[in-house]
């Protein structure tokens, strides 16, 4: 039998309570004191099954995380994008295709996919396979090959966030 958490419940109860107050869309005394208790109740009986399920990822922790994984992604995509209008507009910049490879640290495999998937929507990169902890990644600009420099240049800092968000 697992011990009760209090931290466990009480962010179960909170997240409950938030999305309570979301769908009333009231903040009329009586709503609120109702999904207070009615969120109370569900968080009592419900916390072991989804605390560690999806819902620490709404720990004030992970939560800061998420926002400077977003604020390095869009930082990354501006560049990339730049970069890539800059290749279509002068034809006489070089671009050397090809496929690197690198290995992720990353252990979950959602976290593996949330990588993969950024890699992707940067342009410029374009994630083709991935076995285990192998990316196989088609970059539009090869500048090396070496799978350490590989993932530096595309990955590196999207998983230092990636692993504190999902791995720890």
């Not at 605390?51 to 620490?56: A, T």
């Not at 050397?96 to 690198?102: E, L, T």
């Not at 539009?140 to 990636?162: N, S, Y």
Request: glycine share 4%; net charge neutral.
């Amino acid at each position: 039998m697992q011990t009760f958490s209090v931290k466990d419940f009480f962010y179960s109860w909170i997240i409950l309570f938030v999305v309570w107050l979301g769908f009333t869309a009231t903040l009329d005394i009586y709503e609120v004191l109702t999904g207070l208790l009615v969120s109370l109740v569900i968080a009592y009986y419900t916390y072991k099954n989804y605390s560690h399920k999806g819902l620490n990822i709404l720990m004030p922790n992970k939560i800061f995380y998420t926002l400077k994984y977003l604020l390095v992604f869009l930082r990354a995509l501006v560049v990339a994008n730049f970069d890539v209008a800059r290749r279509v507009v002068s034809p006489k910049l070089p671009i050397n295709p090809g496929i690197v490879k690198f290995e992720s640290q990353l252990q979950s495999d959602f976290a593996k996919m949330v990588l993969a998937n950024s890699i992707t929507l940067t342009p410029g990169t374009l994630t083709v396979d991935m076995v285990e902890n192998t990316f196989y990644i088609h970059w539009i600009d090869v500048t090396t090959t070496d799978p350490g420099e590989a993932f530096t240049a595309i990955a590196k800092d999207f998983e230092e966030i990636l692993i504190k968000i999902f791995d720890k």
